[in-house]
């Protein structure tokens, strides 16, 4: 049976500082360092991209939904059919529904 190989991130570092003199030390060290900080500032800028992407598609939704329901209530006042009234009102029932999935949606923080 063959041991499988484990290769860890720190081990490999390791002998890289280990091969290395004093400069090149403190020099990888830092790049190092500087790499793992812009990766977390991608990360963070991100995040907030999405939330801020997520805040305006709650708000056009909350915006939608007053429309919809000012169209919804003229549209029904301008027919007399009590038939195409119950179209009208099931349709808004699944629009609002819909919209209200969007506004639903948690808040992140």
Do not use: N
Request: charged fraction near 35%.
């Amino acid at each position: 049976m063959i041991k499988p190989i484990r290769i860890r991130h720190s081990e490999i570092l390791a002998r890289a500082y280990a091969a290395l003199g004093a400069d090149q030390q403190a020099e990888l060290r830092k790049a190092h360092y500087a790499r793992v900080r812009q990766r977390a500032r991608e990360i963070i800028e991100r995040a907030e991209a999405q939330r801020r992407l997520a805040a305006q598609a709650r708000l056009a939704a909350h915006k939608a939904l007053l429309s919809v329901a000012d169209a919804f209530t003229k549209i029904c006042d301008s027919t007399t059919s009590t038939v195409d009234q119950e179209r009208w009102r099931e349709s808004r029932k699944l629009v609002e529904r819909e919209l209200q999935k969007i506004l639903g949606t948690r808040r992140r923080r």
